[in-house]
């Protein structure tokens, strides 16, 4: 097979260049030339100048983006094209690529022309290569919905176990971190922010033992969630650390529920774990307002936060609002 048949063959098989005309595939191959690579030799740097675009007929070539610690973000196998979005957007290269194997490319233009001269000369040809990338970009942004769609209760197991914890199945303390900010302009007018701390945990998990702390803190956990109605939201924050998301509720009723919650923690019979009967669980909790104390969902973490701990501090079973 003459050369430059070889050539047309080869851009035949590369989306680009797949749907140029006949005559339009003759004048790309003309002005490219095959190369040869080997294994570990580089292409071309990051933020050289991208004067060609590649496309490999054998082997294997590897980018690499410098931003990322030397990560390799891509794999460029044969009948594909590389280097075509910064060469056509005539920007510097955003990453480098080498042969990951021996390799064979073809380069286009080669180095006896310059990219300014080709695409004013034929700038037919580059509108349509332009179109075609965008055309792929799209095909490419499709697949990748597509298969999102598809993915969907994968992607919602994950989510579950990226954002509750093992042990209890609450939400964690990422779940207030990265969601509560999305949450909170869709609660409604208000809400109540709860931050609730056992007083005697400690004691309990150095007096009985670290399995015995885990069954205190399910059951904690347990009763929380029994405690709370469907649109409200019950958190593991850390270690024996509880918070309760109260949907559209004032201040005053923020404390009847935290008093409730504390009478409830107070009469878990926790006898079957410990052995005693005369140990019971106090909690202290911190209340802050949304809007009224802060419409942040970090600072409304911080300000219930401070305040069971400062409830804490005044000798434990106390709620500050």
């Keep these: 097979m003459a050369l430059k048949e070889e050539k ?22 003309k002005y490219s030339e095959f190369i040869r690579l080997k294994k570990g030799q ?52 955003s990453a480098a690529a080498f042969a990951e194997e021996d390799t064979q490319l073809l380069k286009f233009p080669d180095i006896k022309y310059t990219p300014d001269e080709l695409f004013h000369e034929h700038p037919v040809i580059f509108a349509r290569l332009l179109y075609r990338l965008l055309g792929v970009v799209s095909e490419r942004i499709w697949s990748v919905n597509k298969m999102l769609y598809d993915k969907t209760h994968w992607l919602q197991d994950l989510r579950k176990q990226l954002l509750c914890d093992k042990m209890t199945g609450l939400y964690n303390q990422i779940f207030l971190k990265e969601d509560f900010v999305n949450l909170l302009p869709a609660i409604g007018k208000n809400a109540a922010l709860l931050m609730i701390k056992p007083d005697n945990f400690k004691e309990i998990n150095d007096g009985y033992g670290h399995e015995a702390g885990d069954q205190v803190l399910n059951l904690l956990a347990i009763f929380l969630q ?34 409730e919650l504390s009478s409830t923690f107070c009469n878990i019979d926790i006898t079957g774990i410990t052995g005693k009967s005369d140990i019971k669980i106090t909690v202290s909790i911190g209340i802050a307002m949304y809007p009224d104390d802060t419409e942040s969902s970090a600072d409304l973490v911080k300000i219930a936060h401070e305040k069971m701990m400062a409830a804490r501090g005044q000798g434990g079973d106390i709620i500050i609002s």
């Design 226 to 259: 029994s405690e709370l109605p469907e649109t409200d939201i019950g958190v593991r924050f850390r270690g024996d650390e509880y918070a309760a998301i109260l949907i559209d509720t004032d201040r005053k009723k923020a404390v009847e529920r935290a008093e």
């Design 42 to 93: 580089p292409i071309f740097s990051q933020g050289s100048p991208a004067n060609e675009l590649f496309v490999v007929e054998s082997g294997r070539v590897g980018i690499i983006s410098f931003d990322n610690d030397d990560a390799r973000i891509a794999q460029i196998a044969a009948n594909e094209s590389f280097g075509e979005f910064d060469f056509l957007g005539r920007n510097n290269r």
């Design 8 to 29: 047309v063959e080869l851009l035949r098989k590369v989306d680009i260049f797949s749907q140029l005309p006949e005559y339009e595939l003759d004048i790309i191959a």
